[in-house]
Each structure stands twice: as C-alpha cells, then as structure tokens.
C-alpha cells in the first residue's frame, strides 16, 4: 500500500480519516500494519500490502480462489489477444484518452483484466474487490507507480466521498447479494460529472434456457476446490462433447450455447492451450458463485433513475450494460 492512499481512504464504518499504525514499509510502499480510524476507533489491517476492509471468509472467496490459480489467463499481455480492452471500451464507451490522468475505480478488479486496459491508458487506478483476488491483483502488476489495491466491500466503500473521475465495474454486480443496493453505493465516490459504467449478464427468459441454472443448486453446494478439481478434470470431454454439438448442421452453434460450457473456440483466436484455461476458469465461474442474478433493462433503467445520472445509455453490447454520468454541480 502507498502512504499517499491514505488521502482517499475512509472508514468504511464512520467515513472519518484513518491512520497508519504499526507499519512495516518498503520505501514508500506500507508492506505490513494498521489502519486506525479517529472517528470510531475501528481497526484495520494492512497484510501483503494490501488494506483489508473485509473479513477472511465471505461470499466471494470462490472467485479469490479462481484468480489465484488463474491469474495471468485474462491479461491481454498474456494472451496476446485484445479481449478485455475490446470489452472495456464497448461496455465503458471511453476513449483511451479521455482516460489519461484521470483517477479511476475498478469494482470487482479480480485478477486485473481491466486494471490493465486503464493502466495501459494512463489513469490511476484503485482496484478493489471482495476477494482475495486482490493478491493476483497486485502480483500482477508489482508497484505499478499508478495502482493501489485494496480488498473491501462494495456495499462500504472505504473511500473519501467525490473522489473518483470514473468508475467501472464489469461482470461482478450480478454475483452480489444485493446487485441494485451495489449499484447505488457507487455514485457518491464520483465527483462532479464523473463517468459510471457496468455491465451484468441480461435476465428475463434467456435466463431459463441457459443450463448452468439447472445445475447450480447443486455445485454452488460443492466444495469449491472439489468442484474445481471435477470441472478441470472433466474439461477435455466437456470440450470434445461442445465441439461434437457445434457439428450438428444448421443448429450446431445455437445448441452449443446451451450446455454449461465455456467454449470461445473460435471466437478470440486462442490457442489449444488457452482455450483449455478460459474453459476451465470461465465455467468454474459459471458453476461456483454464491449469488448470479441476470437484470433487465427495465431495472438498470429503475437504478440509473433513483441514482440521479445523466445521459443514461442502457444497451445490449454483449453483456447488458448501463452507462452515465454524474449531475455537474
């Protein structure tokens, strides 16, 4: 952790200022110790570099697990493909320029897809998430001059109130408790005119003709690494029965999208050995959270409302996304 996070950072309890305590730093990174707060006298810890707002133990640790063990496979720099900056700029509709020097937030950072893109643009990033993604996080990009990373919960933000140009978060608010109340916990961390972006799997009857929801009840059920090592284990038969659906003449690529499976054969141009690591990581993904819960344009709409956005873009660009800004005061 930087010692000029500190600025921006909140007890996500009171939002009084905190105070470093006890610390073990490295030049100016803060490797071990405290994060005091004056207000409610609330202490939190500094582990690995990174503050920790949230408890060991919680909803996400599935997806900790998943981008521990797979924390290079989403990197554009790894993959030599350009999948999650093409992903970023359709969703967020930024330009990479409008990006430079801004201060930006990633919710849901994971292993740091997208914390690369905004990097590579030149903002200063704050990628936080509820997991212990966050390790692969800052693994991923050791003392980035211009990355703090921080493990908190979207529903307490330990953050200064306006203190973001922008904020983004892709692919994480239908994995929350609570994807509206997640929503709207973000506008106030924008400052005047700041820029919102998300994107979240559609809902409504698509939802119903996707198989992974038949067999949830049961994996959400398994033990994460048991059902890990199953799907993993099982991968290369998963991938040979899609490959054997998508022969099927006329309807073969409709069929495919039915089974559990992520198959992006032919679609991103990866090789065999990629396409085995997105399968794996991807259906896992599908098969193991605690909460999915697909919205509609109708509730994106509903939120982006009671939060007081403006110039509200709500569309279909592969996943569902809603985009605005903040009212100018």
Known sequence: MKKSLLTSLRCPQCKSELSLGDARSQYDEVESGSLNCSGCGATHSIVAGIPRFVPRDNYAENFGFQWNR????????????????????????????????????DIGCGAGRFVEVALSFGATVF??????A???????????????????DV?????????????????????????RQAFLSLPRHLKSGGRLAVDVYQGGWRRALHTKYWVRPVTTRVPQERLFKAVERGMPALMGLSRAVSRIPAVG????????????????????????????????????PAFDRPQTPRALAQWTRHAGLEGVEIGQY?????????AVV
């Not at 990628?127 to 212990?132: K, P, T």
């Not at 529903?155 to 994807?179: K, M, N, R, S, W």
């Not at 495919?256 to 991103?268: S, T, V």
Request: aromatic residues 10%; proline residues 5%; neutral net charge.
């Open 70 to 105: 797979f924390r290079r496979t989403q990197l554009d720099s790894h993959s030599g493909q350009t999948i999650s900056r093409d992903r970023f700029l359709k969703s967020t509709a930024w330009t990479p320029e409008s990006l430079a020097g801004q201060t930006v937030l």
């Open 127 to 132: 990628a936080l998430d509820y997991s212990r």
């Open 134 to 152: 966050v390790d692969a996080c800052r693994a991923n990009f050791p003392a980035h001059p211009n990355l703090h990373v921080i493990q908190g």
């Open 155 to 179: 529903y307490a933000l330990p953050f200064a109130d306006e203190c973001f140009d922008a904020i983004y978060c892709l692919g994480v608010l239908q994995h929350t408790p609570d994807p």
């Open 253 to 288: 690529r409709y069929a495919r999208r039915l089974l559990p499976i992520a198959n992006y054969e032919g679609l991103y141009g990866l090789n065999e050995q990629q396409l085995r690591e997105w399968a794996v990581l991807d259906t896992f993904d599908m098969l193991a």
């Open 318 to 326: 592969g996943h569902l996304v809603a985009r605005g800004h903040k």
